[in-house]
Each structure stands twice: as structure tokens, then as C-alpha cells.
């Protein structure tokens, strides 16, 4: 058994929350207690209708307002697989919530609905799962019962999103015919689509094939905390505790600390206190060198041979996500995995149109929710990879300085 | 499939790992809320392996209501001294009568709200900046909302609309003097994935989880505890029972389930085959209203 994490892209009526109900629901995943909660809610309740969509507002003010706030998790398993959903809200602060959630999933289902095809909004949510790079798509096209399960229009829009998926070289892309309100296709195969041949979407996110999307050949290890008891019998003991975000580490390899440059070999890999003789990704372990030499947090040790760009100005893609908007001369602190350093974005390159993917013109500063391409210069060198390259390595956050807040999410080019 | 696999626990293990050792990188005066119950002493065990052959560079704190259970107390005391970590436990008895606070009064009456003031008021003594703490967002929905690094204002408040985006496993944990964060390194944890992990990990816990036989008083279809802290009424149903608890809070407002599991196989089975959650089959206190949960930790609670 392993982890599935996805995300639900859908705008407000495509019936993203209805989905995540009824894939709870239909997996038996809902506890009485909280159907009686929801069913207590439920605006048709004499008709015997439940609102699945109620499952998955957390909040006072979401079921006051009948809106998504945040990004919220939720949780279920089959013998298969356990599964994370991060359901972002469809709506408000669109882009930022989506990014945000997708920026660990392995997986997004992009809701279509049956009756309007391929629109803006669909083409927005494939760009964003294309720029964050996430390894699979399920095109769900949703609402099937209102066009009389018709097989026409299901190809057609199959031939639509095609072109879609094409021009964003998206690759792994599975299409399902749906209706989250009726339950038909979601985890049992539907009578009423009969013309479809393919798999339920529970069947589909339980067969995805998830080892692939794993690099064990680039290895990075962030440095995250040095472990050192400094007690009589563990006098010399000095660990270097982190994860390795890729790739593989064996005893004796030979490694460089960047940015410093400095150079050792592997003496030890520990994982809980065993020593192991290689270590993967995404294990958190700990590691011993040969050499006692300068390693703090922020560090990454890498192979001699397989090394990240090291440098001091960088090009990123970023979604900005504060509410202050950015402005090119501004300072942050830059955040990749555990290292941070100052920052400035230099300038603005172009601003991406989220609906076409083309490049605007520059603006002289970014709002919420927009995708510019910019220039960063950091005060000391950072080690990173392309993002499109090795995802773990390639994203990084920008930091306001003075409120503390999260506000860009950086893809580095 | 590769040679390099990590199943499902063994990924929610390393995921807490990293988010431990972020704690320990990025705060300079962080705590571990430790209870004694089955989540904290899971959060202790992942902190062994992520800071050993060194010690926790934090200690642990509990917030004792003074309506504990001795089982989970006496466990706590005992962990505690094996492991060589520091325990600090300050009472919420004591804030009572320093700062006269009300209790609440009835049939239930419950601490719970007012642990948040000696929770506060411990944060301000030790300077804490990073809580972390054993809650997991499939409890309940407002904490289905909450990120794994929360960070919470002066007045240890929760604000749902000014949440920080968490994008990748990148964690912000930069705040201003006088805030603190609290930290959930088993937030995408289930409970089934909590006792799949116990057993796997051969955790001990205390005897409470197991069936026992206990007094317990029947309220509206839930089996209380009595002790000295529960108001007894002349009308009330006190029997003996075999029972065992999912949750172990206070023994005011937490219920014991009617078992006969006595290894922690028998309890995975039961809680696969159960179809109540584990709050609603157990916790009174989130029973007070719709949003008992959002509201308690608006106002500071962990």
C-alpha cells in the first residue's frame, strides 16, 4: 500500500465538492456521525436528498457564505491505497489556492462539465497542473445525466482537450465519464454508460502507477539539522539529519557540499539509529562524512558527479500569492527547501495569461493570483535544479520580509 | 516496481521526520505537547527517531486539567524519565485560582476552554515560539483545515482566512516576537494509520486503550467515567463495564467505547469496522455546538 495525493480542479458548478463527497461516500469513507451532520444541513432534506458538497466545508464562515475559504485535506483508503485530497476552492483567490495544493500532488482530476466542453476555465487548470508539473491527469468530464449520457458529446470533448493537452505536453492523460451527483462512474462502473469501456475513477487513482515519478538518479540532500550529542560515550558523534529529496546515497559515495564546495565521502547512513547501506527518496535519515568539515542547515550535499546549478540569480516562474502586490526592486527572503536567503526580484520578464499561456507584457508590478516570469538576484548562491526537471529541487518560496508572510511560489527555470 | 519502495507508513514517517527536524532548524525555543495519550506518545516516538542519538531539542510540556486519567499520567511521568527528556507540566488548577477563573458548572463541566489560558500562559513563561502538537486533520473539520505549520497571534489566536499558503514540503515558520506556530507533524495521519503504526512500531501505551472493566455512567448513548469529578445525579445509570477509549482527554468529557479488544490487533480490527469517528463516538466537548472545534482554537487552543 502506498500514497496517492491529488488535487480537484473545478470551478464553483462543476461539482468538485459533490465529487469528493461521493467518493467518500461510495467508498464508505464517511463516518455516521458526520453524514448525520451534514444530513441535519442539508437544504433538501425531506426530499431525502444529501448535500455531499457539505462534506468538505470546514468552516463557519464557508457554511454561512455556502463558499471554499482555504485549501483543505481530506482522507480516505481502500486495501489499495490511502489517498490525500487536497480540495482547493474553486473561486476565490483562484490561482494561489490551486497552486498551493498542487504543489504536492501526484495527481489532478480536472472537472469538465459535460454541457459546456472545454472553456477558459478548464484550459486555466491544465495550465496551472502543467506549470507545476504534475505527473498525472484525469480529465473528468462531469454532469453526464444532463446530456442523456451521450457518447457524441463525451468524444467531442475528448477530441477538444486533446489539443488542450497537446499544446501543454501534459502526458499522462486518462478521460472518465462521470456524474458525481448520481454516482455513475466514480466507484462502480456505470449501466447508464454502458458505450464506456474504461475504468471507474476509484479504479483509476488505485491503479496509477506512482514509481516512475520518483528521480533516483539526480540525489540531493538538504541539510536540514546537524546532530550532535557532544556526551563522553558520543564524543565525536556528528550527524547530518535531512531528508533525501532524490536519487539514491550509498556508503562511500563521493560528495560535495554546496554552495560551499567542499568535498568528502559518506562513512555512515543511519536511518532511527540503524545503519543502512543506501538510502532513497523520500527517506529522512542521517548521514556521516568521512571529513569534518563546515555543514549547516541550508546546505545540500550531492554527488561529485551529479551536481545542481549553483549560482546567485536565477529565473523563475512565479505565482504570487500576497496580497501586497510585487514590486521589482523589492526584497523577500527566498526559501528552497531548508536553506533561505535574501532576495530581490529584479525585474518583471513577462506576465503569463493563464487562460492562453502567451506572454503580456511586463507589468511594472504583480497582483494576487498573477504569473510572471522575473529575474531574482540572493544575496549568497543558492543549489538548485530546473523544475521541470527534478520538481523537489525546483520550488521555492518567497517570504515578506516584514509581515513573514508566504507570498510567492517559485518555479525556477 | 522498484527496489526502492516506501509503503504508506513508512512515507507518513519520514513526511513527520522532515517536519520535526524543520521545527528544530527553524525555531529557537520550541515544545512538544506530550499527554500520554496515543497521539502525543506516536509524536514522541517519531522524535526519537528523528533527533537520536541526540537529545530532543525541546522538552516536553503537558497542560494537565487536573481530570486527567492516572493510567495516562503515570505513563507520562514513566516515558518521560526512560527516555531522559525534560517534562515541565503546568496545572490548570493552579491558573484557576490565580487568576480566579470561572469553571464551568453541570453535568459535564469541562476544563477544556480554560487549558487554553494556562496553555498561553506557559507559551509566555518558557518563551516558547513552536508548539508542536498530536492533532490530525481527519479529527475533525475545522482542524481538516488547519496547515502543518499554523502560526497563531499574541492572543495564541487562530485566523482560518489569513492562513500562510504551504506549497511543496516547504515550511515558513518566520513570525514576529510574541507569536508562536504550532506544528502538526502527523496532521495527514489518520487514526486507523495511528494504530497500524503503534502496532508496527511496537508502541507501549496506556492500559486505558485496552478493554477493561470500569464504572461508567450512560449519557444520551455515551459511557462516561465516573470519578470525583463527575457531578452523580440520583436518576443516573452507573453500571460496570468492559470498555476500552479511542481518545483520552479529560475524564469529564471523554467517552469510553464498549470492547472486549485486548491487543492492539483486536482494536484495528474494531476501528475498520466502526462507522462513528473517533471524536464523535468519544469527545462530548465537540459536541456543544456545530463549530465547538474552529471556535476553541480561534481562542488559542492547540
Redesign the interface.
Known sequence: ???LRFITAGSVDDGKSTLIGRLLYDSKSI????LE?IEKQSKNKEEGEIDLALLT?????E?EQGIT???????F?TPK??F?IADAPGHIQYT??M??GA??SDLAIILVDARHGVIEQTRRHSIIASLLNIPHVVVAINKMDLVDYSQDVYNNIVIDYSKVAESLGLKDITYIPISALNGDNIVDKSENISWYTGSCLLDILENVKL?ND?N?TDARFPV??V???QTEE?HD?R?Y???V?SG?YKKGDKIVVQPSGLESTISLIEI??KPTEEA?????VILHLEDDIDIS?GDVIVKKDNQPSVENEVDALVCW?GNKPLVPGNKY?L????RTVRAIVKEIEYKLDVNSLLELPAPEQASLNDIVKVKIKTASPIPFDSYKKL??NG???L?DETS???VG?CMIQ | ??K?????L??????S??IF??V??QFERPALLFSGGKDSIVLVHLA????????F?FPLVHIDTGHNFQEALDFRDNLAAELGEKLIVRNVGDTIKEKNLTEQKGKFASRNALQTYTLLDTIEEFKFDACIGGAR??E??????ERIFS?RDEFGQWD??L????????Y?G???KGENVRVFPI??W?E??IWNYIKRENIALPSIYFAHNREVLEWQGQLVATSEFMQKDPTDVISIKKVRYRTVGDMTCTAAVESDASTIDDIITEIIA????ER??TRIDDRVS??AM??RKKGGYF
Open positions: 500500500m502506498d500514497i463516518m455516521i456521525d458526520h451532520a466545508d470546514g468552516l463557519r464562515a457554511r475559504i482555504d485549501v483543505a485535506y481530506k482522507y483508503s491505497r490511502k490525500i494561489r489556492n497552486v498551493t504543489s504536492n514509481e520518483i533516483y536540514q539539522y546532530i550532535r550529542p558520543l558523534y550527524g539529519a535531512g531528508r529529496i539514491v532511527a539509529g532513497f527518496a523520500p527517506q529522512s542547515r500569492m527572503i526559501q528552497i527547501n531548508s520538481r523537489v520550488g521555492a518560496i517570504i513573514n508572510v508566504t511560489a | 516496481m522498484s526502492y519502495h516506501l509503503d504508506y513508512e512515507q507518513l514517517e519520514s513526511e521526520i522532515h527536524r524543520e528544530a532548524g526519537l527517531k528523528a533527533f537520536r542519538p541526540g537529545k531539542p486533520r481527519d475533525e473539520k475545522a482542524r481538516a483545515k502560526v482560518p482566512k492562513q500562510r499558503p504551504e506549497l511543496w514540503d516547504t515558513n518566520r513570525i514576529h496532521s495527514n489518520t486507523l494509520d466502526t462507522k462513528t469517528s464523535g463516538e456545530e463549530a474552529e471556535d
